[in-house]
């Protein structure tokens, strides 16, 4: 593939990522452009959980049995900064990964890629790219991979951010519901105020009775 179509494969990914509505869709749309750019057949995503432990987010082509023997497994720690993409043309021939040998055989992987989602210099997961024959990896390829796991790393910032502040309100409205309390909120450029609406109870108003001035 010439750079002019790896480039349309990246772009495609953003456009399509951009209308995903969830997590999952992100990450189909994610490892559907790794295929159409660089032709890998089996990917997989992997993120950091609650107890900075790997868990499989999404995956193409591995087998549960396989799934279950590597989760958990990363070759940076979770407070890495900054990691670079893990190539491995052969695993026959990598010292590290000798103690999969026998998991990479049984599931017909002898070529991988760890491929980091970092965003703002954190490492969230990782994309691994997985090769039944041995694999040299072009720089296009690594390219390519690099730059849609930093869109995904930032979407999945982004996304996790939004749930954050989304669990905050909830968890404030349901501590003003049982104290009786209330806000408000002037914003002072514009001139708007906005009551919340146990504030609007609490004076005796109708919700959104509030005219915002």
Request: glycine share 8%; net charge negative.
């Amino acid at each position: 593939m010439c750079s002019s179509d790896l480039a349309r494969a990246v772009l495609d990914f953003c456009q399509v990522s951009y209308a995903a509505e969830s997590v999952e869709g992100l990450y189909d749309a994610a490892l559907t452009a790794l295929h159409r750019a660089i032709g890998v057949q089996r990917s997989s995503i992997l993120v950091f959980d609650r107890h900075r432990v790997m868990r499989f987010g999404a995956w193409r082509g591995l087998s549960e049995t396989y799934r279950q023997a590597v989760e958990g497994h990363s070759p940076w720690s979770a407070d890495a900064k900054d990691p670079e993409p893990i190539l491995v043309p052969d695993v026959a021939r990598d010292p590290e990964l000798a103690a999969l040998g026998p998991v990479f055989d049984a599931e017909r992987i002898a070529a991988l890629a760890f491929v980091p989602l970092v965003h703002a210099g954190r490492l969230l997961g990782k994309f691994m790219l997985y090769y039944e024959a041995p694999h040299p990896f072009a720089q296009d390829e690594v390219g390519v991979a690099s730059s849609i796991a930093r869109f995904v790393a930032g979407a999945l910032d982004r996304r996790r951010n939004e749930v954050d502040l989304r669990r905050s309100r909830e968890h404030l409205a349901l501590a003003l519901e049982a104290s009786g309390m209330g806000t408000w909120e002037w914003e002072v450029a514009s001139g708007d105020v906005v009551w919340s609406p146990t504030l609007e109870r609490i004076h005796g108003l109708e919700p959104g009775a509030v005219p915002g001035t």
